[in-house]
């Protein structure tokens, strides 16, 4: 039996690869905004529609990569706490 704690983060880093790749892949332009001399009040509620779609998809965006950093900084924290304790355990022998 080992003295040492360990954190496997190989596997949630291939994870964590796979969803930025999934977010970089996302495309945030819904459509282009319908043109033209068209009146229309449902024309111009589908562009309102758009823009707040778009807009929405970006703060995801934006929201997921950022917590996606912080899982990053989560491991790398628990890594080295685990050396910590693991050097710990090692000296007090």
Do not use: C, H
């Amino acid at each position: 039996m080992s003295n040492e704690i360990r954190v496997n983060s190989a596997p949630i880093q291939e994870r964590i690869a796979d969803l930025r790749s999934s977010i970089q892949a996302l495309d945030t332009v819904f459509s282009k905004e319908i043109e033209g001399d068209n009146q229309l009040d449902m024309v111009n509620a589908m562009n309102e529609i758009k823009q707040d779609y778009e807009n929405l998809l970006v703060q995801f965006e934006a929201l997921f990569v950022s917590n996606v950093d912080s899982t990053i900084d989560a491991i790398n924290t628990m890594k080295e706490t685990d050396q910590q304790i693991a050097q710990g355990i090692t000296l007090a022998k």
